[in-house]
């Protein structure tokens, strides 16, 4: 037998108003790329995973890895390349920028976070040497839905138009490297 429940217009409000506002709050994320990578990004919508790097499976916050030896000199080695599990990195540090012609998308982590998992991840040993790095294990699709703006490190007429013709907000930005 099912029951009716009757709520009235300020319940329902209520409810409508907590199912909307709960969800995981992320904030900001930032995501660097290349001036070449990104007019491909704009143009796919979309964020590829990548498992070339070997930091991406390298992960400090977490027990060590079976897959990986370390080697005095060269560091770690990948026993197994094909258990690489590709990702996408993403930083919550507004000013990190590895070098100066980065470009860097500025995306809405809380939206993200709606559709994708994001997993902090450290490269360096946890919160003393923390970049606030997060890692997202698919390619991210409709890419921008999530785009909050582009900061572009210099003029490009080619890449100006390319996102204006798309709607996406950009700035030019010419600071320095601080990474």
């Known amino acids: 037998m099912k029951k009716i429940i009757k709520l009235t217009e300020t319940d329902l409000r209520f409810l409508i108003e907590r199912i909307i506002n709960e969800r995981k709050q992320v904030g900001i994320l930032y995501h660097n790329t290349l001036m070449e ?7 796919e919508n979309r964020l590829k995973v990548n498992s070339d790097d070997l930091s991406n499976i390298i992960n400090f916050r ?3 890895d079976d897959n ?9 080695i990948l026993k197994d390349r094909s258990k690489i599990p590709p990702s996408i990195s993403f930083t919550r540090n507004k000013q990190y920028k590895r070098y100066d012609d980065e ?3 500025v995306l809405d982590g ?20 923390d970049e606030m790095e997060e890692r997202v294990f ?13 900061i572009l490190p210099y003029e ?21 490297k601080i990474w």
Do not use: C, W
Not at 37 to 43: A, N
């Open 138 to 150: 698919r390619d991210v699709v409709n890419l921008d839905k999530y785009i909050i703006k582009i």
């Open 68 to 76: 990986l030896m370390f080697h005095a000199l060269a560091g770690p």
């Open 37 to 43: 990578r990104l007019f491909k990004i704009i143009q």
């Open 110 to 129: 809380d939206k993200l976070s709606e559709r994708y998992g994001i997993t902090p991840y450290s490269n360096f040993g946890g919160r003393k040497h």
């Open 62 to 64: 977490s027990k060590r």
């Open 156 to 176: 490009s007429k080619r890449m100006e138009s390319l996102l204006n013709d798309r709607g996406i907000p950009y700035e030019i930005d010419n600071r320095k």
């Open 103 to 105: 470009v860097v998308i």
